[in-house]
């Protein structure tokens, strides 16, 4: 059973940084896909970032192309997303989720029909 663990959350003020990590266990992690996702109070959860642990391509929300990096370990069981020049509206609850084995499809890793298990979240808190 996958269990996906995240931590790294916070409060900072607009344009600090913040690190995430999301730890698996229990799971395969061959050819699969690894991304964040985010929930603001008020709205429907929207995907930040993908990426996939064979090669480590990746993919990102237009948001999160000039600030956020997603990155992993070199043993592939954990999984960063570097958030630089934080504003307000970054705010949210930060989810990591992991598929099951596949290919990689750039567009496809941004949906969440992709991922087959959820971490609890993080919280972000940036204030202005």
């Known amino acids: 059973q996958v269990q996906l663990v995240e931590s790294g959350g916070g409060s900072v003020e607009a344009g600090g940084s913040l690190r995430l990590s999301c730890a698996a266990a229990g799971y395969t992690l061959t050819n699969s896909v690894r991304g964040w996702f985010r929930q603001s109070p008020g709205k429907e959860r929207e995907a930040v970032a993908s990426?996939?642990?064979?090669?480590?391509?990746?993919n990102y929300a237009d948001f999160a192309k000039d600030r956020f990096t997603i990155s992993q370990s070199s043993d592939k069981k954990t999984v960063y997303l570097q958030l630089n020049n934080l504003k307000p509206e970054d705010t949210a609850i930060y989810y990591c989720?992991?598929?099951?084995?596949?290919?990689?499809?750039?567009?496809?890793?941004?949906?969440?029909?992709?991922?087959?298990?959820w971490g609890q979240g993080t919280q972000v808190t940036v204030s202005s």
């Open positions: 990426i996939f642990t064979a090669s480590g391509a990746s």
């Open positions: 989720a992991a598929s099951g084995p596949r290919s990689w499809n750039r567009y496809s890793s941004l949906e969440e029909s992709t991922y087959i298990a």
